[in-house]
């Protein structure tokens, strides 16, 4: 990313909501659950699954917190209704992590419970630091009672990962591996390129070759081809693995992964608190300065 570009990233907070709206509505699904399944119906023709994630994160009252379950609940029901190919992925903070673990267990749960009815699955997302101990520990209840419908995520960039991603081999988890998204000090995490992916690569070989189902979430080409690689050297079937991205990133990359006979899955996020997933989407952007300049000069994005 040029310097420009960054210094446009570092000043986004400033940038007036409306223009941060416009210019990341590409990443956003829409505000309403009926948008949501129709950009999903479209993915699905298109040949690629989704996950969808009701926008949102550290709730600050368990009412809020039940409001959050009962919506995941809402949209697994609206899932199975319209037959979209579609499972849902949720944030702890968001069903009330930094309130009480045990509520945040018992949301979930209300969650897992009704997916299993429904003959579908819960992805729970890796959030910052601070959160990486309880979401384990609370996953690791939820995998506990049901393990066939519930994962988590490992973010390459901690230095931790490697410790975690063995402990979930040793118990057949269901993981997405990303290389995490939220600022962390470097005693913890890698911060450099190239060291990210690196251990991105050990994490996905420990991962694969320990036969957990994998979702291979990433748009780095260079990390696509190595898990090429892998997928190859250890012979593994389609029904192993997924790759994953985002919404609105990449799509000449995601038609060719497809191309190759890979499943994909894109993930879908909707509803009315999008402004903190946009800065965070925004500031990956290579060509952020490019879209906000546009976005507040002549209202295109
Ligand atoms: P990298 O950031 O190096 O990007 C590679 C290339 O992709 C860039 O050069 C650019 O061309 C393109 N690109 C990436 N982001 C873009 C954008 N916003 N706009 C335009 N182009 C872009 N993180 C986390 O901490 N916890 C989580 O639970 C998840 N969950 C998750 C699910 C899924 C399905 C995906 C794909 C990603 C996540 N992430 C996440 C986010 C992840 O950690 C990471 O921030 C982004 O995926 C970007 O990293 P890449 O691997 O794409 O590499």
Redesign the pocket.
């Known amino acids: 990313?040029s310097w420009f570009n960054k210094m446009i990233a570092r000043t986004l907070p400033a940038v007036p909501k409306p223009i941060v709206r416009r210019v990341s509505s590409?990443?956003i699904a829409g505000e309403t659950l009926d948008e949501a399944l129709e950009v999903i119906t479209r993915l699905n023709h298109a040949g690629m699954m989704a996950?969808q994630d009701v926008l949102g994160e550290f709730v600050t009252s368990a009412e809020e917190a039940r409001r959050a379950g009962q919506e995941y609940v809402r949209v697994l029901h609206a899932i199975a209704e319209s037959k979209v190919d579609s499972n849902v992925?949720l944030?702890l903070t968001q069903m009330g992590l930094k309130l009480d673990l045990d509520l945040c267990h018992e949301v979930c749960r209300a969650v897992v419970e009704e997916a299993i009815r429904l003959g579908n699955f819960v992805?729970?997302?890796?959030?910052?630091s601070s959160c990486t101990d309880d979401t384990l520990a609370v996953y690791e209840r939820l995998r506990a009672e049901h393990p066939e419908h519930v994962g988590c995520?490992i973010?390459?960039?901690l230095k931790r990962s490697l410790d975690d991603v063995r402990s979930l081999v040793s118990r057949g988890a269901n993981v997405?591996l990303?290389?995490?998204?939220?600022i962390e000090p470097a005693a913890i995490a890698y911060k450099d390129?190239d060291a990210?992916?690196r251990n991105?690569v050990l994490l996905l070989r420990e991962l694969l070759a320990g036969g957990c189902y994998t979702?291979i979430?990433?748009?780095?080409?260079?990390?696509v081809n190595a898990a090429y690689g892998i997928i190859e050297d250890l012979e593994l079937t389609p029904d192993r693995y997924e790759f994953?991205?985002?919404l609105?990133?990449?799509e000449n990359?995601r038609a060719s992964i497809l191309a190759r006979g890979h499943r994909l899955?894109?993930?879908v996020p909707f509803g009315s608190h999008w402004y903190p997933y946009s800065l965070?989407?925004?500031?990956?952007?290579?060509?952020?300065a490019g879209h906000i300049l546009r976005g507040m000069f002549n209202g295109k994005k």
């Open positions: 990313m590409r990443y996950t992925s944030k992805r729970i997302d890796m959030e910052d995520v973010q390459a960039y997405r990303c290389k995490g998204i939220y390129h990210i992916n991105y979702g979430a990433t748009h780095d080409e260079e990390l994953q991205m985002l609105g990133v990449t990359l899955r894109v993930y965070r989407r925004l500031k990956e952007n290579p060509e952020v």
